[in-house]
């Protein structure tokens, strides 16, 4: 059973950093593409940065500048550098995987979810 396990949330004062992972693990799976998502309270869950297995990475605008994406592939894990922090920054950071998994004598594709990590930027 394919899962991801994220780290790395916590509390920073503006202006700090947090660099957060995921590691996907469990079954035989080939990734598409990792992501990370967030989700601020009364607020829709929005794309912050995702890569490819091709190396191609896109930003929320809000982030560019700021936020690094990278992935460890022999891992399995997706890694995401949060610099230069502001409070609207803060939201659960949710990682996000198109996995193409092999089960039942198939591949199937499909999206997972990490179980979410608090991130919060006092002012």
């Known amino acids: 059973q394919v899962q991801l396990v994220e780290s790395g949330g916590g509390l920073v004062q503006a202006g700090g950093s947090l660099r957060l992972s995921c590691a996907a693990s469990?079954?035989?799976?080939?990734?598409?593409?990792m992501g990370w998502y967030r989700q601020a309270p009364g607020k829709q869950r929005e794309l912050v940065a995702g890569?490819?297995?091709?190396?191609?990475?896109n930003y929320a605008d809000s982030v560019k500048g700021r936020f690094t994406i990278s992935r460890d592939n022999a891992e399995n894990t997706v890694y995401l550098q949060m610099n230069s922090l502001k409070p609207e920054d803060t939201a659960v950071y949710y990682c996000?995987?198109?996995?193409?998994?092999?089960?039942?004598?198939?591949?199937?594709?499909?999206?997972?979810w990490g179980q979410g990590t608090q991130v919060t930027v006092s002012s």
């Open positions: 996000n995987a198109d996995l193409g998994v092999y089960t039942r004598s198939s591949w199937l594709r499909a999206d997972y």
């Open positions: 469990g079954g035989t799976f080939s990734i598409y593409a």
């Open positions: 890569t490819t297995s091709g190396g191609s990475t």
